[in-house]
């Protein structure tokens, strides 16, 4: 059927005569949770367009590179993939083929192609999705560090996604009221997922209140990823 005529036309983004298929250069940046819309404009077509005329499917190819039908619109006829997928009949007159997703998982990311044919004519364009996860952070100490006992402070950030993440160690210093990087005696678990597809990952840094860090002195555990717009900052003065 129409499916298998689009895959028969994979070969890339291309567009047939006059119809231009428009996707979005850069990736759509989006938290899991979020409602998005994947765009596909159509252009060097009569508008309104005669939706008696347009086809129009939406693939998704995952990071393994598994394709898979999201949606596909023929004959006035809509048919959704992904539950709550859509697409407006009203924007698709205007040239406007676009892709709405609810509630964003990370099982939607990946690249979007939008196959079109608005007879004779033909086109398709790539746009990508990254979802993303917010970590959840904490920072905790052994308590013998509070009698001037050797110990460690532990900085957690769990449940997020993607698993690149990176954790600094910054040191204030009472004595000088300077910041400097602290990568002595610092050590990282291995990420482990969770079943979710999220990830939580510890930073450990082991103190030695004789020759580390001194009473009054702060220790910052910096978070950055993906997700954030700003750092996270985590903070534990020496006691």
């Not at 160690?169 to 004595?175: D, G, M, T």
Request: charged letters at 20%; glycine letters at 8%; a negative charge.
């Amino acid at each position: 059927q129409l499916s298998s005529l689009f895959f028969v036309l994979i070969l890339g983004d291309f567009q047939v005569r006059g119809l231009r298929v428009t996707g979005k250069d850069v990736p759509t940046e989006a938290l899991r949770g979020e409602d998005v819309t994947i765009p596909c404009l159509l252009s060097g077509v009569p508008i309104p367009l005669n939706l008696e005329k347009i086809s129009v499917v939406w693939t998704l190819r995952l990071q393994n590179g598994t394709e898979r039908e999201v949606y596909g619109f023929h004959s006035y006829r809509h048919k959704s993939s992904r539950i709550g997928s859509h697409m407006n009949d009203k924007d698709l007159q205007q040239g406007n083929a676009s892709l709405s997703i609810p509630n964003i998982q990370i099982t939607d990311e990946g690249d979007y192609r939008c196959f079109v044919i608005f007879t004779p004519d033909a086109g398709s364009a790539t746009s990508t999705l990254h979802v993303s996860v917010k970590p959840q952070t904490a920072l905790s100490h052994d308590r013998q560090i509070e009698d001037g006992i050797k110990g460690s402070v532990h900085c957690e950030v769990n449940n997020f996604y993607p698993e690149a993440v990176k954790i600094r160690w910054v040191k204030y210093s009472k004595s000088n009221s300077r910041n400097s990087s602290w990568d002595k005696d610092v050590s990282f678990t291995t990420p482990l997922g969770n079943s979710d597809g999220t990830f939580n990952v510890t930073s450990v840094l082991t103190v030695e209140p004789s020759t580390g860090p001194q009473p009054g002195d702060v220790l910052f555990c910096i978070v950055s990823h993906r997700s954030l717009e700003e750092e996270i900052s985590l903070s534990f003065t020496m006691p």
